[in-house]
T-cell receptor
Framework: DGGITQSPKYLFRKEGQNVTLSCEQNLNHDAMYWYRQDPGQGLRLIYYSQIVNDFQKGDIAEGYSVSREKKESFPLTVTSAQKNPTAFYLC??????????????FGQGTRLTVV | AQSVTQLGSHVSVSEGALVLLRCNYSSSVPPYLFWYVQYPNQGLQLLLKYTSAATLVKGINGFEAEFKKSETSFHLTKPSAHMSDAAEYFCAVSDVGTSYGKLTFGQGTILTVHP
């Protein structure tokens, strides 16, 4: 079955550590997105990528990094520079369509907790 | 930059009552608009989308939304609430006519349904 897989489902990070969240899609979608979700703040865009080897900063990119070496993969690294990384992270993908009139498909999320 | 505003972070209705969740967008041209639903600790699922074909859009689970350009609104409605509709709902807007397909979400509205 086609879909988006995020792993791990739960992740614990010690202060000062970098951690990487995985996102893989087999939908042959062009674009991929990372969002951060905090209670009462909706989904905030971290990074997005339209094509391989290209990505754009979203609204809250500081303290995060991404790569897009393969069409199906868009890993997110939460660096030690991110001061408050505890949150629910969602990955999404999307076909480009006609001027971006297509919907995004979401993974099940990764809950990151700093311990 | 395009944005959406969801009025009311919490909406409470009785089972069988009308559901109305509000979304207003900010855009110089009519954008593409989406409504998503999220159940606890899960990803987002598409309810419906507006892509300029018809102003009244019907979605899954009996939901519909009407695009009103004069009011820059895309409110979500359902004639009769069911207990299973209790969830968080997000309105989203997609860039139109750009290369990168930025997808921006509102703050979310938590719907509670009382028996």
């Amino acid at each position: 079955d086609g879909g988006i897989t995020q792993s791990p489902k739960y992740l614990f990070r010690k202060e000062g550590q970098n951690v990487t969240l995985s996102c893989e899609q087999n939908l042959n979608h062009d674009a991929m997105y990372w969002y951060r979700q905090d209670p009462g703040q909706g989904l905030r865009l971290i990074y997005y990528s339209q094509i391989v080897n290209d990505f754009q900063k979203g609204d809250i990119a500081e303290g995060y990094s991404v790569s897009r070496e393969k069409k199906e993969s868009f890993p997110l690294t939460v660096t030690s520079a991110q001061k408050n990384p505890t949150a629910f992270y969602l990955c999404a993908s999307r076909l480009q369509g006609a001027g971006w009139n297509t919907e995004a498909f979401f993974g099940q999320g990764t809950r990151l907790t700093v311990v | 930059a395009q944005s959406v505003t969801q009025l009311g972070s919490h909406v409470s209705v009785s089972e069988g009552a009308l559901v109305l969740l509000r979304c207003n967008y900010s855009s110089s041209v009519p954008p593409y608009l989406f409504w998503y639903v999220q159940y606890p600790n899960q990803g987002l699922q598409l309810l419906l989308k507006y892509t300029s074909a018809a102003t009244l859009v019907k979605g899954i689970n009996g939901f519909e939304a009407e695009f009103k350009k004069s009011e820059t609104s895309f409110h979500l409605t359902k004639p009769s609430a069911h207990m299973s509709d209790a969830a968080e709902y997000f309105c989203a807007v997609s860039d139109v006519g750009t290369s990168y397909g930025k997808l921006t979400f509102g703050q979310g509205t938590i719907l509670t349904v009382h028996p």
